[in-house]
């Protein structure tokens, strides 16, 4: 069985809130979406029928956002689920909290984002880097990733040195989206593509691909748990496996991918003979135009309403 993590611990993947406090030029999200209220108890109980080891991972919105979410931290903890946590670092005595109150040894990685122009604009850059220097000091892994919005390109490089003179690598994370009717990653030059590799060798492996029904270890090794509790395969294939409150059954092989394009982890979760393959196809511009169509037809058909005064 292929997964993310080197635990090897089935990983459910959990947007605990869409609400978030920063308001990122380049993000898609609805930040100002009502906070969810979700049932831990039942939760924590329906991941122990399954019989499995389980890591939560915890995503947003921004998670630390979420009411009493360091009690909530514990209570996974203390039932031998392990943490994976999506945050922009911003709630600090929240972070703080966490770091004095979770066991490192019980996180599996902590995805921090940082937000330049937000850091900038409320003067907590310093602020920043002091809780990534707090959290290294207490061995918690992690990684922080800055995401590479093609108006932010000019002013990486700097950004990079000056972050590591204070002790921290940054990753850079591909921008995918449409800029200046460009999408991306695809349109990034061959340059910036090099500078991109060069701070993260491994920064286009989870670019979006087409899968081609691929098998995959989605819903065997990754779960995806929405708003309302259903449990699916991925955020792209949405096959059912259950309800986080009533119960979910893991798929017992590596099946078929039914999204039309992959978003996720889906690399990681693939054999090496289905990579060669897509590698192959992409080749043969199988796996990059049909994504691209598929993606951003109806964001450029939006584009050409609006220019030609379509209603």
Sequence with gaps: MRTILKSNRVFASW????????????????????????????IISTLSRTGQKWCMGITGGEPFLYPDF???????????????????????????????????????????????????????????????????NKSFPLQVNYVLDPRLFHRFEKDFEFFKSAGITLLAKPYKGVYRLRAYPEFYTKKQREIILKSSPDAFRRTLFYPGNVRCDAGRSLVRIAADGTVTR??????????????????????????????????????????????????????????????????????????LHIV
């Design 70 to 136: 360091i009690n909530i931290c514990n209570q996974f903890v203390k039932n031998d689920i392990t943490l994976y946590i999506d945050t922009n670092l911003s709630i600090e005595k929240k972070v703080l909290e966490f770091a004095e109150t979770i066991p490192a040894s019980m996180v599996e990685n902590l995805y921090i984002s940082l937000h330049i122009e937000e850091r900038e604009r409320r003067n907590e850059v310093n602020k920043f880097i002091d809780l990534v220097n707090n959290l290294q």
């Design 234 to 307: 991925c955020v792209g294939d949405h096959t059912p496996l259950g309800n986080i409150y009533s119960g979910l059954s893991l798929m017992d092989e590596a099946t078929p991918c039914k999204a039309p394009f992959c978003t996720c982890f889906g690399w990681d979760l693939i054999d090496d003979e289905d990579k060669k393959m897509l590698i192959r196809s992409a080749l043969a511009d199988k796996i990059v135009i049909k994504p691209l169509l598929r993606r951003y037809a109806g964001y450029y058909w939006r584009v050409l309403k609006k220019t």
């Design 15 to 42: 947007v605990i809130t869409n609400s978030c406090n920063y308001r990122c030029s380049y993000c898609y999200n609805n930040c100002s979406a009502p906070v969810e209220k979700w049932d831990i108890d039942a």
